[in-house]
């Protein structure tokens, strides 16, 4: 009876309960990255300088003065002052 016991309590999942798992991971993982709004402000590893765009003119951006960077989210431009994370502007779908 002990032995039945302990050999009960340490089967391996069946099929079923595998694919419940997954299908529960799944639901609580974003299917989208987060969309950002003016007025938010960044973590500053999000708006680093190899996220900057460079060159706005070349993707028809208007320029950005002093301390504002336009910065590549996904498919997204944002516009950051790179001060304090502070997002100025966004266009969605920018690079779609």
Same mark, same amino acid.
């Given at each position: 009876?002990?032995? @039945?016991?302990?050999?009960?309590? !340490? /089967?391996?999942?069946?099929?079923? @309960?595998?694919? /419940?798992? $997954?299908?529960? #991971?799944? /639901?609580?993982?974003?299917? /989208?990255?987060?969309?950002f709004s003016v007025g938010i402000? #960044?973590?500053?590893?999000? !708006?680093?300088?190899?996220?900057?765009?460079?060159?706005?003119?070349?993707?028809? #951006?208007?320029?950005?003065?002093?301390?504002?960077?336009? *910065?590549?989210?996904?498919?997204?431009?944002?516009? *950051?002052?790179?001060?304090?994370?502070? $997002? *100025?502007? $966004?266009?969605?779908? !920018? !690079?779609?």
């Amino acid at each position: 009876m002990r032995d @039945q016991l302990r050999r009960d309590a !340490f /089967q391996p999942p069946d099929a079923h @309960q595998k694919h /419940q798992r $997954v299908n529960t #991971l799944r /639901q609580r993982l974003p299917a /989208q990255p987060c969309r950002f709004s003016v007025g938010i402000f #960044l973590n500053s590893l999000l !708006f680093s300088d190899s996220y900057w765009i460079d060159d706005p003119w070349s993707y028809r #951006l208007p320029p950005a003065y002093g301390t504002l960077r336009w *910065v590549r989210y996904y498919d997204d431009a944002l516009l *950051v002052d790179i001060r304090d994370g502070y $997002v *100025v502007d $966004v266009i969605h779908d !920018f !690079f779609w």
